[in-house]
């Protein structure tokens, strides 16, 4: 079973960066297509950006242009580059595969909050 480890979470200003990676174990991760996903409080789990396992990417609205997902599939880690952060971007930040591949069990998180 996929297991996904996220870390690179903190406490940054508006307009601040963070650079989240996610560390998946399994022999196969290089086939499926990845997401990051965010839920903040009080709120649903929503998929905020997306990579194929050919590196094509897919971004939800609100993130476009400062966010950006990669992938090192030797590594098998994932990335999200978050640049020019807001304070709606306050969540709890997960990777896991994306939808139409099905989702696994899900990781601790890490914490992004954006605050002054």
């Known amino acids: 079973q996929v297991q996904f480890v996220e870390s690179g979470g903190g406490l940054v200003r508006p307009g601040g960066s963070l650079r989240l990676s996610c560390a998946a174990s399994g022999s196969i991760f290089a086939i499926y297509a990845m997401g990051w996903y965010r839920q903040a409080p009080g709120k649903q789990r929503e998929l905020v950006a997306a990579?194929?396992?050919?590196?094509?990417?897919n971004y939800a609205d609100s993130m476009k242009g400062r966010f950006t997902i990669s992938r090192d599939n030797a590594k098998k880690t994932v990335y999200l580059q978050m640049n020019n952060l807001k304070p709606e971007d306050t969540a709890v930040y997960y990777c896991?595969?994306?939808?139409?591949?099905?989702?696994?069990?899900w990781g601790q998180g890490t914490q992004v909050t954006v605050s002054s």
């Open positions: 990579i194929t396992s050919g590196g094509s990417t």
């Open positions: 896991n595969r994306d939808p139409s591949y099905g989702i696994g069990s």
